[in-house]
């Protein structure tokens, strides 16, 4: 059944349906003047391939959101399947016994870009233009550099991490 109210899905059954919605388990990543930050984000996209654009949404008020757009960079990085302790690691689960959500991450940071973590699959991007939308904000990012990971994905769907798993094709 579809209920509405005011002309908008429930909340509290957008979240439901939302929740069952895989999505590819990515970490964002920024460094410059104002510091560095990395946070779990489930929200990303492709744009365009004309210029390569990507997108993501983050929490208005997150450390993060002020972070990307005061460096003007960020990077997405595509955690592969086993990474789900950095997952966990950046959407805060062990802030008070790990303060530096960085600390013990194998990474590296090309000059004047934003932290890569080792074995993902990142978009190195420059902040091209941010859009309010509700509580969050959805930031666009041309595309500078890619590294191909070649791992398969870690995905999240209703509360849990997940291995993605192909079908056989037939014929």
Partial sequence: MVRQTNGLAPREDFISAMRRVAASVTVVTSD????RAGATVSAFS???ADPPTVLVCLAAQSRIAGVVQENGRFCVNV???GFSDI???FAGRH????PDRFDGIEM???RGSAPVIDGATAFQCGLQQVIRSGSHLILLGHVHSVLDGAAPPLAYREGAYHRVVPHAHAG
């Fill in 108 to 110: 590296f940071a090309p």
């Fill in 95 to 98: 802030d008070a016994i790990v």
């Fill in 32 to 35: 410059g003047p104002a510091g």
């Fill in 79 to 81: 955690l592969p399947e």
């Fill in 46 to 48: 492709s744009v365009s």
């Fill in 87 to 89: 997952a966990d690691r």
